[in-house]
């Protein structure tokens, strides 16, 4: 059979990517992200409660979990990485965050720490349309009173805005290097986002690394003015 017409979607170079980098991710996490994890997963720690939906989970168990603990990615190699979250029982579940196989009301927390920006996809306005049925369906199946909480690399608003004008150049350089696209959000957008499915946000941590990006590739690369500033959202019925 000819492939000749097949094209990768966003969401399978993701997670070719992820699966790529596998127990190498994990390493990363640990050697150089640790003093960013501990300062978000303290500001986290306090908000989770019952039941956890970690999606995009990556490999990386940040939480013990009192209830139950699904680890959720479209990339079965990290999540064959999860260790035991010591949560009563925890299960790992491979798939996207558009379409996730759970019956409404079903989590009392739900994470995405540190993924959303990999929802990228091939342009800015089906991006915007991904991130949105992404929280359209982590809103379904939280429960009431539940709590949605996003650790993310967010952008000023006029930063935001230029992204989204270089976004077509800045994806195929990115695919150039081999990278899957990535897009980071302002705080006001993922607000406003949270807004539209009934949920009032508040910040409970914002920090800046000093001189480095979080984000593949540009990771290594010494920043004089990082435009990233580090947020812990944290969202519930209004
Ligand atoms: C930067 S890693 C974050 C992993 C981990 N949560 C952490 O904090 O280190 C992004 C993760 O999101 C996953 N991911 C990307 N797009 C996704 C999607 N549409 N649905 C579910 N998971 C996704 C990737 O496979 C990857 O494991």
């Known amino acids: 059979m000819s492939l000749s017409g097949y094209k990768k979607s966003s ?11 596998g127990s190498d991710y994990i390493k990363t996490v ?32 940040l939480f013990k979990s009192c209830g139950d603990h699904v680890f959720y990615d479209i990339s079965p190699v990290l999540l064959s990485a999860h260790s035991s979250s010591g949560a009563s029982s925890s299960l790992s579940v491979c798939g996207e965050s558009t379409s996730l196989p759970f019956i409404s009301n079903s989590f009392d927390t739900i994470l995405f720490h540190f993924s959303i920006h990999h929802f990228a996809q091939e342009t800015f306005s089906k991006t915007l349309d991904y991130i949105q049925k992404s929280i359209e369906e982590a809103k379904r199946v939280l429960r009431p009173g539940g709590k949605i909480i996003i650790a993310e690399n967010t952008v000023a608003d006029v930063v935001e805005l230029v992204e989204s004008l270089l976004f077509p150049v800045v994806s ?13 959000f302002s705080e006001k957008r993922l607000a406003s986002i949270l807004k539209a499915v009934g ?17 593949s590739p540009l990771k290594n690369i010494r920043l004089l003015l990082n435009p990233v500033t580090i947020k812990v959202l944290v969202a519930g019925n209004v």
């Open 11 to 21: 969401v399978q170079k993701q997670a070719d990517f992820f699966n790529a980098l």
């Open 30 to 61: 640990a050697k150089e992200y640790a003093a960013i994890y501990t300062r978000t997963f303290n500001a986290i720690n306090g908000h989770v409660k019952g039941d956890i939906l970690d999606i995009g989970s990556g490999g990386v168990t």
């Open 172 to 184: 195929k350089s990115l695919e150039i290097l081999n990278y899957p696209p990535v897009f980071l």
């Open 199 to 215: 949920c009032h946000t508040h910040i409970v941590c914002s920090f800046k690394e000093p001189s480095k990006l979080l984000v």
